[in-house]
Nanobody, 120 residues
């Protein structure tokens, strides 16, 4: 059984930081891309970051470059979020998929999500 379990969300003020964690277990392959997505109410789910399963390279959405940093240590991926803005408010999900070029519908496994709320 594959499980992805996120944690670390919360309520913070603009300019503050949070670190999200996702613990993965039961993945059938160890070369899958590991990504963070987010979804705000009434909006489409969007990619935030991705770590390649082939070479470990990182990629980020333009909206978070310079503020967010993704990392992977063994079976856990992290998202360090600095200088948070109200527009970062969303449910954040970790996911495993074929590669970092994959779209949302191509991802194999998803966590349950963790809420991040940023106030002005």
């Amino acid at each position: 059984e594959v499980q992805l379990v996120e944690s670390g969300g919360g309520l913070v003020q603009a300019g503050e930081s949070l670190r999200l964690s996702c613990v993965a277990s039961g993945l059938p392959f160890n070369d899958s891309a590991m990504s963070w997505f987010r979804q705000a109410p009434g909006k489409e789910r969007e990619g935030v970051s991705c770590i390649s399963g082939r070479d470990g390279s990182e990629s980020y959405a333009d909206s978070v470059k310079g503020r967010f940093t993704a990392s992977r240590v063994s079976d856990t991926i992290y998202l360090q979020m600095n200088s948070l803005k109200p527009e970062d408010t969303a449910v954040y999900y970790c996911a495993s998929g074929p590669d970092c070029d994959s779209v949302v519908s191509e991802y194999y496994y998803w966590g349950q999500g963790t809420q991040v709320t940023v106030t002005s």
